[in-house]
T-cell receptor, first 115, second 113 residues
Framework: EAGVVQSPRYKIIEKKQPVAFWCNPI?????LYWYRQNLGQGPELLIRYENEEAVDDSQLPKDRFSAERLKGVDSTLKIQPAELGDSAVYLC?????????????FGPGTRLLVL | AQSVTQLGSHVSVSEGALVLLRCNYSSSVPPYLFWYVQYPNQGLQLLLKYTTGATLVKGINGFEAEFKKSETSFHLTKPSAHMSDAAEYFC???????????FGKGTTLSVSS
């Protein structure tokens, strides 16, 4: 069974430029998460989707970040414009359902460096 | 509110020695607890999880963890370290709604020969 797929794996951009990350969850997983992992820290949730609906985006900086999950499968996370502080690893995860017992499966992440 | 504290940002052991990574949690509801491992430039891989039932949980690669409610702890252990265990380890608790993971800051495990 294929795992969570993310691309690109690495991205280097100048500040104020836009950037987008793509995620393909495990087949059949209804719930998709985007986390941000700063250097030396654990991941922190940015947004959670159930099917195509963003049900928790309270931690997403909406002035510059946006996300979509068309047709309830693939998802794209965008930053426009990027700032130096956005340098981090962006992790996508998926689970069959949302719930306490559910395991979240993580992709390899996109490592973003903003210069 | 839920939170996780991992004691020790860096643990070093010799190959064959006991591995002990400490995790304490705070939770206003019965906790669901997880340990993930992250190898360099890779995503997080689930080692084990506790939801309900038996408090001693066995995971992959010979790791296990014991849920101790009285101590609000969920420490990760492995009897004999292997060089391939060198990685970063994250303890996590589900948030109150059970919809997101709240991670500790991680512990880097180094294994020397």
């Amino acid at each position: 069974e294929a795992g969570v797929v993310q691309s690109p794996r690495y991205k280097i951009i100048e500040k104020k430029q836009p950037v987008a990350f793509w995620c393909n969850p495990i087949s059949g997983h209804n719930t998709l998460y985007w986390y941000r992992q700063n250097l030396g820290q654990g991941p922190e949730l940015l947004i959670r989707y159930e099917n195509e609906e963003a049900v928790d985006d309270s931690q997403l900086p909406k002035d510059r970040f946006s996300a979509e999950r068309l047709k309830g499968v693939d998802s794209t996370l965008k930053i426009q414009p990027a700032e130096l502080g956005d340098s981090a690893v962006y992790l996508c995860a998926s689970s069959l359902l949302a719930g306490g017992r559910e395991t979240q499966y993580f992709g390899p992440g996109t490592r973003l460096l903003v210069l | 509110a839920q939170s996780v504290t991992q004691l020790g940002s860096h643990v070093s052991v010799s190959e064959g020695a006991l591995v002990l990574l400490r995790c304490n949690y705070s939770s206003s509801v019965p906790p669901y607890l997880f340990w993930y491992v992250q190898y360099p430039n890779q995503g997080l891989q689930l080692l084990l999880k506790y939801t309900t039932g038996a408090t001693l949980v066995k995971g992959i690669n010979g790791f296990e963890a014991e849920f101790k409610k009285s101590e609000t702890s969920f420490h990760l252990t492995k009897p004999s370290a292997h060089m391939s265990d060198a990685a970063e380890y994250f303890c996590a608790v589900k948030n109150q709604a059970g919809t997101a993971l709240i991670f500790g800051k991680g512990t880097t495990l180094s294994v020397s020969s």
